[in-house]
C-alpha cells in the first residue's frame, strides 16, 4: 500500500530549524502482509527508477504480499518496487531463515541475497556432509525473481549450539565472483561442513572469529577459498569493502587479546573495540587496526570516501579516551572514524541525543541486526540513518519525537560537519535499518515500523509521517526523502498530496474510489495488471466513483489514480 505524490513534490513540511527545513519527505509506503515483515531488511537501488527490497516474513498471501505461505513458514521476502515505492513484483525464498543481510548484483540481470538458510524448500544448493542445520546462503535471481544458482556455506555440527555456527553479515561482488564475511564459532566442536580452517580453534568453545570467504558462482561443487581471523575471545565480522586495486577491508569488532592471526588486543576487553583488517585478493593479510575507547564500541559499516580514504561509522558507549576524542551526551552515541590507506586515523566525530540511540547488538539472540545505515553521496559528504528514541529536540536532534522510536537522517559534509537532520516517524516504534540515494538530493530510507503490542492501536495507526496502518506485529516502511538544496525548485511546489481509498478489496464485481478530502475533483481512473499494463481507464469528475470490475480475471492488480498534478497507487485484490 502507498501514498504518493507525482515527481519530486512537497507534501510535509516540518519546520523546526534552519538545517531541516529544506529537507521533506516526499512519500511514505507501508509494504505489509498479514503476520510480521521486515526485519533484517535490505534494499538496493538497481537502476534510477527501481529498487529491490528484501526482509523477513512468515505472511501469508493478502494485503501487498502475493506468495502463498499458509503455514507461515519463515522466508525471505523479495520485492521489485519503483523509485516511489509502488511494488511491481514481488516473491518469498522458502528455507531461508529471513536474515537478510546484503543485496549485490553481478550484472544487470542477476542479484543475489545473501541470508541464512536450512535444508529445504528454495535453498537446493548441495550440502557438504558433516554441516549444521544452519548456514550462510547466496541465492542469485534475475530481474523477474526466478532463481538461477544458490550456493551455500556451513559450519560443522555442535549438538549445543548448531544453529549459530556460521553468521553472514555482508557481501560484495568482484570480477563476477562473490565475496562474503562472516562471522564463525571456530571451537573445534564446530569445525566441519565448509569450514576446514583450523588455526583459529584453539581457544575457549565461545570463540568466535571473523570469516571470509569467496564463491565462484561457475563451480557450484565447492567454495574457492575461505579464511579465519581472530584473536582468543570474540570477534565479529559484520563489514566488508572491495578496493579498486584489488584488496578488501574486512571490518566488525573485537573483544581478544592477540593471538591466533591477530596482532591487536582490545583496550579494555571485554569491551568491544572497532576491528579493521586489510587482505589483499587472496586473503591474505596486510594490516590491522583497532579503534575505539575504553567501553563498548560497535563498527557499522565501512564507506569509500575516494582518495584511498575510508570512513568507519558505529555506535559508542565509550567517553573520550583513546581514539574518541569526545564525550558524549548519554550513554550510546554514533560515532565516526575517518581513516587513510594504512589505516592511520584523520579525524574523528560523534554525534548523540539526549535519550541515546537504539541499537541491537550481537548479544541479542545472537545476531547481529543493523540499526545504522551510511552512504557517501553525490555531493562528497555523508548521509546516515539510525534511531532515536521519544524525546524533545537535545543534542544534535532538532526536531521532537514522532513516537516511542523514530527514523533519523544526519547529513554531514566531508569533513563530518553537521549540514542537517531530520527525524520521520509514526505513532509507534519505527527502526531505520537501510538508506540509498536515487538520483541528488533524493533518498530512500527504509526499516521496520512495528508496535510491541496488537491490540494498542494507536501505536498501530496513521500519525506523523506514518500514512498508513501496520498489519502484523511489524510491517517494511518506506519513506522519499528530498533535499530540495540539492533538487532545485521544489520549493516552488504546496499543493495537496492526493489520497484515495478504494473499497472493499478485495473486491468481486464493484469497487468504489473515494478522494480523501476533497469536495471537487477531476481526473482519470486506470487499472493496471502488475507489469503496469492499462486494462481500464475511465474519466472521474467527482470525489466519489462506483466502477464494474467484473470483466477482470481473478488476480493482483493496481488502482492508479491521477489528475493534473500528481497520481496515487493502490494495489487491488479481484476474487
Not at 202 to 225: A, C, G, H, Q, T
Not at 407 to 434: H, V
Request: with cysteine; aromatic share 12%.
Amino acid at each position: 500500500m502507498r501514498i504518493i505524490t507525482g515527481g519530486l513534490v512537497l507534501i510535509f513540511l516540518f519546520p523546526y530549524n534552519s538545517l531541516s527545513q529544506n529537507v521533506f519527505k516526499l512519500w511514505d509506503n507501508t509494504i505489509q502482509g498479514d503476520r510480521d515483515d521486515g526485519s533484517f531488511f535490505q534494499i538496493k537501488k538497481v537502476t534510477n527508477d527501481r529498487i529491490l527490497i528484501s526482509g523477513f516474513t512468515n505472511s501469508d498471501s493478502g494485503y501487498d504480499k502475493s506468495a502463498a505461505n499458509p503455514n507461515h513458514e519463515i522466508a525471505s521476502w523479495l520485492i521489485l518496487s519503483d523509485s516511489n515505492g509502488s511494488i511491481i513484483w514481488d516473491r518469498d525464498f522458502k528455507g531461508s531463515t529471513g536474515q537478510d543481510h546484503a543485496i549485490v548484483s553481478i550484472n544487470d540481470n542477476s542479484h543475489v541475497l545473501l541470508t541464512r538458510a536450512r535444508f529445504y524448500g528454495d535453498a537446493t544448493a548441495p550440502i557438504t556432509p558433516g554441516s549444521s542445520a544452519y548456514g550462510s546462503w547466496l541465492c542469485a535471481f534475475d530481474t523477474t525473481g526466478v532463481i538461477q544458482w544458490n550456493k551455500r556455506f556451513h559450519g560443522g555440527i555442535d549438538s549445543l549450539n548448531s544453529n549459530y555456527t556460521i553468521l553472514p553479515y555482508a557481501a560484495t561482488v568482484v570480477n563476477n565472483s562473490v565475496y562474503v564475511i562472516a562471522t564463525a564459532q571456530t571451537y573445534p566442536a564446530y569445525i566441519g561442513g565448509d569450514l576446514t580452517d583450523l588455526n583459529c580453534s584453539s581457544y575457549s568453545n565461545d570463540n568466535k572469529d571473523l570469516l571470509f570467504y569467496k564463491v565462484d558462482p561457475n563451480n557450484m561443487l565447492s567454495n574457492e577459498w575461505h579464511h579465519i581471523y581472530g584473536g582468543d575471545s570474540v570477534d565479529w565480522g559484520s563489514s566488508l569493502l572491495a578496493l579498486a586495486n584489488g584488496d578488501f577491508l574486512l571490518g566488525g569488532v573485537t573483544s581478544s587479546n592477540s593471538g591466533c592471526n591477530q596482532t591487536v588486543s582490545t583496550y579494555n576487553s571485554p569491551f568491544y573495540d572497532y576491528f579493521l583488517i586489510r587482505v589483499d585478493s587472496t586473503g591474505g593479510i596486510i594490516w590491522q587496526k583497532k579503534y575505539g575507547g575504553d567501553k563498548k564500541d560497535w563498527l557499522g559499516g565501512i564507506i569509500d570516501s575516494g582518495n584511498n580514504e575510508f570512513l568507519l561509522y558505529g555506535h559508542t558507549t565509550s567517553d573520550s579516551s583513546f581514539d574518541i576524542s569526545a564525550n558524549g551526551s548519554n550513554d550510546t552515541s554514533l560515532w565516526l572514524v575517518k581513516i587513510d590507506g594504512l589505516g592511520n586515523k584523520i579525524w574523528d566525530k560523534r554525534f548523540g541525543s539526549c535519550e541515546g540511540f537504539t541499537i541491537w547488538t550481537p548479544f541479542i539472540n545472537e545476531y547481529f541486526t543493523e540499526t545504522l545505515d551510511a552512504i557517501y553521496t553525490s555531493d562528497g559528504g555523508y548521509l546516515l540513518v539510525s534511531n532515536v528514541r521519544n524525546s524533545l529536540p537535545c543534542g544534535d536532534v532538532t526536531e521532537p519525537g514522532r513516537g516511542r522510536e523514530d527514523y533519523w537522517l544526519l547529513k554531514l559534509d566531508s569533513f563530518g560537519n553537521k549540514q542537517w537532520d531530520k527525524r520521520l516517524g509514526g505513532p509507534g516504534r519505527d527502526i531505520a535499518q537501510r538508506v540509498i540515494e536515487m538520483t541528488p538530493g533524493y533518498y530512500i530510507v527504509g526499516g521496520l515500523t512495528r508496535s510491541d503490542n496488537a491490540q494498542d492501536t494507536s501505536a498501530l495507526a496513521p500519525g506523523g509521517d506514518k500514512s498508513e496502518y501496520t498489519i502484523g506485529v511489524y510491517d517494511i516502511w518506506l519513506a522519499g526523502v528530498v533535499d530540495s538544496s540539492i533538487v532545485q525548485g521544489i520549493n516552488n511546489i504546496s499543493y495537496e498530496p492526493l489520497q484515495f481509498n478504494c473499497y472493499p478489496n478485495p473486491a468481486q464485481e464493484n469497487l468504489t474510489i473515494q478522494v480523501i478530502a476533497k469536495n471537487h475533483f477531476k481526473g482519470t481512473i486506470y487499472i493496471t495488471d502488475i507489469a503496469g499494463k492499462k486494462l481500464l481507464q475511465v474519466p472521474m469528475n467527482s470525489p466519489t466513483q462506483k466502477l464494474n470490475i467484473s470483466s477482470l480475471t481473478s488476480g493482483i492488480y493496481f488502482v492508479v489514480l491521477s489528475d493534473d498534478k500528481s497520481q496515487a497507487v493502490r494495489k487491488l485484490v479481484k476474487n
